[in-house]
């Protein structure tokens, strides 16, 4: 149910997407999520954490929605946050891209239950074309330990007579309602 609310949440931005930022590159993109790596190693840590997200950028600003189906600790996570990616350099075809996230997580443990919070991701994103590599670090807190993150985004730039791909499909949704 979280999942279905929070790409209607999404298509709900995308659509009124033209009176918040009318003059801003605006474009949709779709995350892929897959490894973590654990600063300390004594746990048992899942490192392999698939899911997937949607991200909706305005320039150089985000708004993301990511869904984990199975975090570190073999529980769900999802996040709900905004960010900023700044284009820093160009090598070659490649363009290197720091940047930062705040977010609204739940992170689920198994046994105990689901602890909610603010989470501050700095990170970098390697971009070639409609493609991205992005690796985010989370802090270690506590007894928590230190996690480097590593995901995929793609692109979705193309445009249509009625808008960029997808914003014209979550129109159309909204408007048939």
């Given at each position: 149910?979280k999942?279905?609310?929070?790409?209607?949440f999404?298509?709900?931005l995308?659509?009124s997407s033209a009176?918040i930022?009318?003059?801003?590159?605006r474009h949709?993109?779709?995350?892929i999520?897959?490894f973590s790596h654990?600063?300390n190693?004594?746990?048992d840590?899942?490192?392999?954490?698939?899911g997937g997200g949607?991200?909706?950028?305005y320039?150089?600003l985000f708004?993301?929605?990511?869904?984990?189906?199975?975090?570190?600790?073999?529980?769900?996570?999802?996040a709900f946050?905004?960010?900023?990616?700044?284009p820093?350099?160009?090598?070659?075809s490649?363009t290197l891209s720091?940047?930062i996230?705040?977010?609204?997580?739940?992170?689920?443990?198994p046994?105990?239950?689901t602890?909610y919070?603010p989470?501050?991701?700095p990170g970098?994103?390697?971009?070639?074309?409609l493609?991205?590599?992005n690796?985010v670090?989370?802090?270690?807190?506590?007894?928590?330990?230190?996690?480097?993150?590593f995901?995929?985004t793609?692109h979705?730039e193309?445009?249509?007579e009625?808008?960029?791909?997808p914003?014209a499909f979550c129109?159309?949704?909204?408007?048939d309602c």
């Amino acid at each position: 149910m979280k999942k279905v609310l929070s790409v209607l949440f999404v298509c709900f931005l995308l659509s009124s997407s033209a009176a918040i930022a009318e003059e801003a590159e605006r474009h949709f993109a779709v995350d892929i999520w897959g490894f973590s790596h654990h600063v300390n190693r004594q746990r048992d840590y899942n490192e392999f954490n698939p899911g997937g997200g949607v991200r909706l950028y305005y320039g150089n600003l985000f708004a993301a929605v990511d869904i984990v189906d199975r975090n570190s600790v073999r529980g769900n996570t999802w996040a709900f946050g905004v960010g900023y990616e700044y284009p820093l350099a160009k090598i070659g075809s490649f363009t290197l891209s720091p940047m930062i996230e705040i977010a609204r997580m739940g992170y689920q443990f198994p046994k105990y239950g689901t602890l909610y919070g603010p989470i501050l991701l700095p990170g970098v994103s390697i971009r070639k074309g409609l493609l991205s590599g992005n690796v985010v670090y989370v802090p270690s807190t506590g007894k928590r330990s230190g996690i480097v993150l590593f995901f995929a985004t793609v692109h979705f730039e193309r445009e249509t007579e009625s808008g960029t791909l997808p914003f014209a499909f979550c129109r159309k949704m909204v408007s048939d309602c």
